[in-house]
């Protein structure tokens, strides 16, 4: 399987520069998994595709302002770090521009030395592993002087950094948002509720395994970078209940549906635990937690496009994207919406 099988092309314009003024007022392609059949409508109109025989499962990460510009403590050498994973205490997995420049034993400062990083591991790709040295509270250090990480594709500054988080984010630990989620309004949530939809939550926070573009051919050799996840008691028992049932189980996302696979993979059940996962989800493999998916519009080449690959077909994405593609939907992060139903 080639990583070029998923490659399509997507004028300039149709890359979401900025949020839509009102969340849920994106555009919602419906598609049919099986049939490939299309609908399009508006994403408050997702309460009209579900039935209190849904379960709705929501990850709510939190983004933190994880971009960090800084100076290298010995040269002034400008140097940016991207926030990627926690791996103990203040010790953190982080993106490195430029990465030559940063060797063992490297300080970089940060707000005048509010905020100093020291390089104690160097990995390939551009990542270093860093010790934070402060004093008071991490996050809100990182609150004043970090930025949103905004993809690279995203050249617009972006005014109001609450719309790059959901609005129902909880836990804070992502590098990036989990952009299905963006759509949703906390009066859709009641308005779902009250239709008897029963939602429940899962946290991943979105690293580099998310958003790594795959620079392999073969599509089987590419590697994921993990990602830390969990899923507790409460959201367990409703989703075990919901498989007993008959019910089904709504994803928001790639990265709650790699939660709820991983889980499922490893256990053969939901259960309360955490973890770090790296699951590949490409054409082949076999879903065993998720019915139907709510997600954006992915880029070329990109795991996400092979995920959502898998969970129809290759065939019914490409021609579903190049319908959207047709009608003018906005792509990617702060792009329009797919439901992807049974």
Do not use: W
């Not at 990627?84 to 300080?107: D, S, W």
């Not at 617009?156 to 950094?161: F, Q, T, V």
């Not at 189980?249 to 053969?268: C, K």
């Amino acid at each position: 399987m080639k990583t070029e099988d998923f490659d399509y092309y997507l004028p300039e314009n149709l890359i979401a520069q900025t949020p839509i003024n009102k969340r849920d007022e994106s555009k919602l392609m419906v598609l049919n998994k099986e049939t490939g059949t299309i609908e399009h409508r508006h994403f408050a109109d997702i309460i009209d595709y579900l039935t209190p025989n849904d379960v709705l499962v929501l990850n709510d990460t939190k983004v933190m302002p994880a971009r960090l510009i800084g100076q290298k403590e010995d040269t002034n050498g400008h140097i940016e770090l991207l926030l990627l994973k926690n791996t103990q205490n203040n010790i953190y997995e982080c993106l490195c521009k430029p990465a030559k420049r940063v060797k063992i034993g490297t300080i970089v400062n940060f707000g005048d030395g509010i905020l100093k990083a020291k390089c104690i591991e160097v990995k390939e790709e551009g990542i270093r592993e860093f010790e934070f040295l402060y004093d008071g509270i991490f996050y809100e250090i990182l609150d004043k002087l970090g930025e949103m990480p905004l993809p690279p594709y995203i050249h617009k500054k972006l005014k109001d950094k609450n719309r790059y988080q959901t609005v129902y984010a909880k836990n804070i630990g992502s590098a990036a948002a989990p952009t299905a989620g963006l759509h949703f309004t906390q009066e859709l949530l009641e308005k779902l509720k009250n239709k008897g939809i029963t939602i429940c939550y899962v946290t991943l926070h979105v690293g580099l395994g998310t958003f790594r573009p795959v620079n392999v051919e073969d599509v089987t050799t590419h590697k994921m970078h993990s990602e830390f996840y969990t899923i507790n008691e409460e959201t367990a028992k409703i989703l075990n209940q919901a498989k007993k049932d008959g019910k089904n189980i709504v994803s928001v996302g790639t990265t709650t549906t790699r939660v709820l696979e991983t889980v499922m993979n490893q256990y053969q059940t939901f259960k309360a635990c955490s973890g770090y996962t790296s699951i590949f989800i490409y054409p082949g493999y076999q879903f065993k937690a998720v019915d139907s998916l709510i997600t954006n519009f992915h880029l070329p080449k990109s795991t996400l496009i092979m995920l959502v690959s898998a969970f129809c077909s290759k065939e019914i994405i490409m021609n579903a994207y190049s319908e959207a593609i047709k009608n003018n939907y906005r792509f990617f992060s702060f792009g329009d919406s797919m439901f992807i139903k049974k």
